[in-house]
């Protein structure tokens, strides 16, 4: 079945530093989805891209969607505490399937 | 909040007791999901439905048992669980084609079996 790979499974880093989590599967998607967890809380969607070579962004936050529609990635601009948790990425096959999603990456963030 | 209701918040349950998680979505979704979370698999799919109908079963251990007995409404059914099966329970749901494509997940159920 299909596979949603996430890497890195955590990483740390100080305020202001940039944070990139990658996003690959083992077959084409339809779309891919990012969500965010805080401590505690449940997973919010945050974004969908849908084409290919796809870039989207809000304010510090600029997502990718590959070429070949296998790989996605989220990238945060001079992080901020307030950007600590823990950030899915989720696919679709097609447009009638079920979402897979990623092992997500954990993010820390020091002041 | 979120569209999507789950009972309990907080269940602590011996390994020989049966509990039922319940979750309740209001947003018109055709398909729901029940996730585990835990330190060790983040997020866990465990079963889906889509129309009412189970489509995916994760190789989950019989002693979860799921039932969506309308498009609304899905629950999980608990028996004689094992300490490892202490973990967040989320539920979430979504439509399967459209424009709203995105999952919307309840706030969980956090499970301790004692």
């Known amino acids: 079945g299909q596979q949603v790979m996430q890497i890195p499974q955590y990483q740390h880093v100080q305020e202001g530093e940039d944070f990139t989590t990658y996003c690959n599967s083992s077959t084409t998607l339809s779309n891919i989805q990012w969500y965010k967890q805080r401590p505690g809380g449940h997973p919010v969607f945050l974004i969908q891209?849908?084409?290919?070579?796809e870039v989207k962004k809000q304010k510090r936050l600029t997502f990718q969607f590959g070429e070949a529609k296998k790989n996605s990635s989220l990238h945060i601009t001079a992080t901020q505490t307030t950007d600590v948790g823990t950030y899915f990425c989720a696919g679709r096959s097609s447009g009638y399937s079920t979402l897979t999603f990623g092992k997500g990456t954990m993010l820390l963030v020091s002041p | 909040e979120t569209g999507v209701t789950q009972t309990p918040r907080h269940l602590v349950m011996g390994m020989t007791n049966k509990k039922s998680l319940k979750c309740e979505q209001h947003l018109g979704h055709n398909a729901m999901y029940w996730y585990k979370q835990s330190a060790k698999k983040p997020l866990e799919l465990m079963f889906v439905y889509s129309l009412e109908e189970r489509v995916e079963n994760n190789s989950v251990p019989s002693r979860f048992s799921p039932e969506c007995p309308n498009s609304s409404h899905l629950f999980l059914h608990l028996h004689t669980l094992q300490p490892e099966d202490s973990a967040l329970y989320l539920c979430?749901?979504?439509?399967?084609?459209?424009?709203?494509?995105?999952?919307?997940f309840g706030q969980g159920t956090r499970l301790t079996v004692v």
């Open positions: 891209l849908v084409k290919s070579g």
């Open positions: 979430a749901s979504s439509q399967m084609t459209g424009t709203e494509p995105e999952a919307f």
